[in-house]
């Protein structure tokens, strides 16, 4: 068994143990009152071409890693990345890994007015809904985690329900299902989720399968801002980022020196291109 299959083993029990506390007619009956999603395609386009967009995550612990921060404030945490400039918050809500949960995605989204990502293992429709009735605006598909029939279920709810799909690849083969699939936001993540191998280089490996028309988001291995610059000079328009900013001490800085760090190789990328 992989990580990621070990990691949705605990994904399928947690969920039906909330599945017997709220059914499904109650998020649905929740999400007829929330405010409409936040568009995250427009936000992570960014106010210009040119810049790159930073997805700032909410990030306490991960299998590879163990204990990151205790973020004991989610609400502050994210305020501070807003601060700073991020285009929007990815908060984990996995438990048993990542010590998150929907109280996050509640803190998180009343805290900020950027649009918020439910960052989880997605495997069931019942989690689409719980995450609009939580207020996300983004969920996370995983490729590598979903049959192409599911997959585009999983994608036509999520649009249903008003959100964008961040459509998360790690090969060229998993890029080409989610071209097919009509993905607008296509992150590349280095981290194989099914050995933890990160590997940066991934990145500009996989550039070359990547659609121009699309938001191209970097997830995972950025430690410095040099890592941004080395992501945007070979396409991206966005990153994902979470323990380097977890572990900062001053996330509202830290963001701003990552969408700073982007500009220039962002620039030269599109001139070239
Ligand atoms: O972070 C992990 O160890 C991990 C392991 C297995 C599945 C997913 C995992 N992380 C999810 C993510 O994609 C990252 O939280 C996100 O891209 C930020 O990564 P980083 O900036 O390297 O913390």
Same mark, same amino acid.
Do not use: H, M, W, Y
């Given at each position: 068994m992989t990580v990621l299959d070990e990691i949705i083993v605990g994904v399928r029990e947690d969920l039906q143990e909330r599945q017997r506390h709220v059914s499904l007619d109650e998020l649905k009956a929740k999400v007829a009152e929330v405010a409409p999603a936040r568009d995250a395609l427009v936000a992570l386009r960014g &106010?210009?071409?040119e810049s790159v967009e930073v997805i700032s995550e909410v990030k306490r +612990?991960? @299998?590879?890693?163990? &204990? %990151?921060?205790?973020? @004991? !404030?989610p609400a502050t945490l994210a305020a501070a990345y807003e601060a700073g400039g991020a285009a929007a918050i990815s908060v %984990?809500? !996995?438990?048993?890994?990542?010590?998150?949960s929907l109280d996050d995605l509640d803190a998180v989204r009343a805290a900020v007015n950027i649009p918020v990502l439910r960052k989880d293992f997605m495997v069931d429709e019942y989690q689409f809904w719980e995450a609009r009735a939580h207020g996300a605006d983004l969920v996370l598909l995983i490729v590598a985690a979903l049959d192409d029939e599911t997959l585009k279920r999983f994608f036509d709810l999520t649009h249903e329900l008003g959100m964008n799909a961040l459509v998360e690849t790690h090969a060229p083969e998993e890029i080409e299902r989610a071209v097919a699939l009509g993905a607008k936001i296509i992150g590349v993540?280095?981290?194989?989720?099914?050995?933890l191998e990160v590997d940066n280089a991934n990145f500009a490996r996989l550039a070359q399968y990547l659609p121009q028309d699309a938001v191209l988001v970097a997830e995972s291995?950025?430690? !410095? +801002?040099q890592d941004v610059a080395d992501y945007a000079s070979h396409g991206a328009g966005a990153v994902l980022v979470g323990e380097a900013l977890v572990k900062s001490g001053q996330p509202t800085e830290a963001v701003k020196a990552f969408r700073a760090a982007g500009l220039t190789a962002r620039k030269e990328f599109l001139a070239a291109s």
């Open positions: &106010a210009s071409k +612990a991960s @299998p590879s890693k163990g &204990a %990151l921060s205790d973020i @004991p !404030e %984990l809500t !996995e438990q048993r890994r990542f010590k998150g993540n280095v981290r194989n989720l099914k050995t291995g950025v430690s !410095e +801002a």
